[in-house]
């Protein structure tokens, strides 16, 4: 059914389609990588397997003598063989490097795999000696013998391995590589299965060769990992290779450098193109690694990986990049200064993740940095701040917020009313303060959900009436000034309240001095808009930030909390002693109510009672307690 024309027809077709993958792989220059040379070495075995069958096709043909045929053939055959047999071993170490796990292998473990390989390679070069291989009959067919079949289980047992790595590394390949290797499997599987079955069909070749054209155009063809613009590979090429390394437990060493002035850029090139300064640096990182270990996450920022023993130079190059940076940069003549941040750190060891590692490339840089190399502690900012992070995200959900209350007093001492203070209790990092992790929800935009959450529980607590009957006047809840500026922000906070069908008049809204000049006007409006509703509104923190005075009591503001180091200072000088009364004068004057924080001892009591200030917040009467305390602590106070 199949003549030696089939057989000469199939095996061209199968060269000419190797030969153009091996043509197309060297015009790209994909050969730097273990895996690219795996690759080539892949294409060469299968060139020489279809010229082999070309050759035991033309063996058949009546031009040739009996005895050229026959040496030929046998010359043909050995050759096949003697390369083909290496073929799923090659796969097998092409996937694992495709997928790192060979950097797991180790020597013993890489000998052992390649057993059987050794002894399949070993049977089929001594096939001329032995026969056990295949025999070659009087009319130039090939009889089987039982190497033949220790060859093809050797091939099966490759292909099972290949697949447990495959299986393994599921997670860590991206959809495209996953699809290419299912289709290299099931498409040289079929060939060779049938092959096997149908000995004269010659089709096991083409199919292993189709097999790699489609690992050549979704594995070998990295268009979708590179950056063109930079010239380096992306974002996602680095997620999937620091996966590969985490979960194949490769050591390496990470710098990533962060350009800080982009701004100088548009200035002095005329272009505010983040890719002139893969231009401008490039040369540079190349001269200091090699350009497949080099990756552009993000605009102005580069990571340099250095694998295995090569990690331990991680930190001197982040040295050399700080010092290198220190210096002006050549670009069209011009002299540029570019500013850059370094961080280096190394897997395993630090970075417990990829999440982290990418929240060190995309984290804002704290503005008073002074740093340009950070290193071991230096990152630990980094790290609480993203597990802060991932505390908050998770925080409402799993009940990590309670509300605490903290009175205020008249300065006769009578119970005035209290503050709602937020804290957290994480499962993880335990005890989280508001100063850590409130400007860090600002940030990430949780901030509402909280405010949202403490402005919740006030009103359950106003609606079983306990404040109410303690004499209590209000309860001060503080509110995000970034929540102000939010639309629909008066009409959702008056759903809630109005859903728990408590006064208004029992809630005073604070909110802090530090606001933006250019936010005035709109927060002004917020306050108007909710003081008609007959909610209250404070000043908290007063004389710690830098506000305009007279744009900061032009709003509509009913109390000023004075911050605790007015008090204190007044207690350590005369010249805060000074500051102190001209503020609460000065207050006075513009008829608001005063109210001061920090209070700790009877002497700061006494000093108060002779300025004349209206309420009293501070330790010496309480600190910030749960609600059953505090509801305990206004039980005693009743007369």
């Not at 026969?131 to 050797?154: K, M």
């Not at 450098?257 to 701004?263: A, C, D, M, Y």
Request: charged residues 20%; proline residues 3%.
């Amino acid at each position: 059914m199949f003549d030696n024309r089939f057989a000469f027809g199939v095996a061209l077709a199968a060269i000419v389609i190797c030969i153009v993958n091996l043509i197309y792989t060297l015009i790209q220059r994909r050969t730097a990588k273990t895996q690219n040379k795996i690759y080539i070495v892949i294409l060469v075995i299968l060139i020489t397997n279809s010229i082999s069958n070309i050759l035991s096709a033309v063996c058949k043909e009546p031009f040739l003598s009996y005895d050229t045929a026959r040496s030929l053939n046998e010359f043909a055959k050995h050759f096949y063989f003697a390369t083909h047999t290496a073929l799923c071993p090659m796969f097998f170490y092409y996937v694992s490097s495709v997928s790192g796990v060979r950097f797991r292998l180790g020597n013993i473990r890489t000998i052992l795999y390649s057993v059987f390989f050794l002894m399949a390679e070993l049977l089929a070069l001594t096939n001329p000696l032995t026969n056990w291989v295949y025999s070659i009959n009087a009319d130039l067919s090939v009889h089987r013998n039982w190497g033949e079949y220790f060859i093809y289980l050797t091939a099966l047992i490759y292909f099972i391995l290949t697949f447990i790595i495959m299986f393994y590394s599921w997670e860590i390949l991206s959809a495209k590589r996953r699809a290419a290797m299912i289709f290299f499997f099931v498409f040289t599987a079929t060939g060779v299965v049938l092959q096997l079955i149908f000995k004269d069909l010659k089709v096991e070749v083409l199919a292993e060769s189709v097999g790699f054209t489609g690992i050549m155009m979704a594995v070998e063809n990295e268009d979708d990992r590179v950056d063109f613009g930079m010239g380096y590979y992306n974002r996602a090429a680095l997620n999937l290779d620091l996966k590969s390394c985490f979960h194949n437990k490769r050591e390496v060493g990470l710098v990533i450098l962060r350009i800080t002035n982009f701004e100088v850029i548009s200035k002095m090139v005329g272009s505010e193109n983040s890719y002139i300064i893969a231009d401008i640096i490039g040369p540079y990182l190349d001269s200091v690694a090699k350009h497949k270990y080099i990756y552009a996450p993000s605009p102005g920022t580069f990571v340099v990986t250095l694998y295995d023993r090569e990690s331990k130079k991680a930190e001197k190059l982040s040295e050399d990049m700080v010092k290198r940076f220190e210096m002006p940069w050549d670009y069209n003549g011009r002299k540029i200064p570019l500013s850059a941040v370094v961080m280096t750190t190394n897997i395993p060891g630090k970075i417990k993740d990829v999440s982290q590692m990418f929240y060190m490339i995309d984290i804002p840089l704290p503005a008073n940095l002074d740093k340009k190399l950070l290193k071991d502690d230096d990152l630990s900012m980094f790290f609480r701040r993203q597990a802060v992070e991932s505390a908050l995200s998770r925080g409402l959900e799993e009940g990590s917020f309670e509300v605490y209350y903290q009175p205020t007093y008249y300065l006769d001492q009578r119970l005035h009313g209290a503050e709602a203070l937020v804290r957290m209790q994480d499962k993880e990092l335990g005890r989280l303060y508001p100063d850590e992790f409130i400007p860090i929800a600002e940030n990430i935009g949780l901030i509402d959900d909280i405010d949202d959450f403490v402005l919740e529980e006030v009103c359950k607590f106003l609606q079983t009436g306990i404040p109410q009957s303690a004499g209590m006047e209000s309860i001060n809840v503080n509110l995000s000034v970034l929540q102000c500026m939010r639309p629909g922000f008066v009409e959702r906070i008056c759903k809630i309240v109005e859903s728990y069908q408590v006064e208004k008049s029992l809630i005073n809204f604070e909110i802090t001095e530090s606001i933006s000049a250019d936010d005035y006007d709109t927060l002004s409006n917020v306050i108007i808009r909710l003081k008609e509703q007959g909610f209250h509104f404070s000043m908290d923190d007063y004389g710690t930030g830098y506000s305009n005075v007279s744009a900061v009591f032009s709003l509509n503001l009913d109390v000023v909390k004075l911050d605790k180091s007015l008090l204190w200072n007044a207690e350590k000088s005369g010249l805060g002693l000074i500051i102190l009364d001209n503020t609460i004068r000065m207050i006075r004057q513009m008829q608001k109510e005063i109210l001061v924080e920090g209070v700790e001892t009877e002497a700061q009591i006494a000093l108060l009672k002779s300025l004349a200030v209206d309420y009293l917040q501070g330790f010496y009467f309480s600190k910030p307690v749960p609600k059953d305390d505090f509801i305990e602590l206004i039980d005693r106070k009743q007369p």
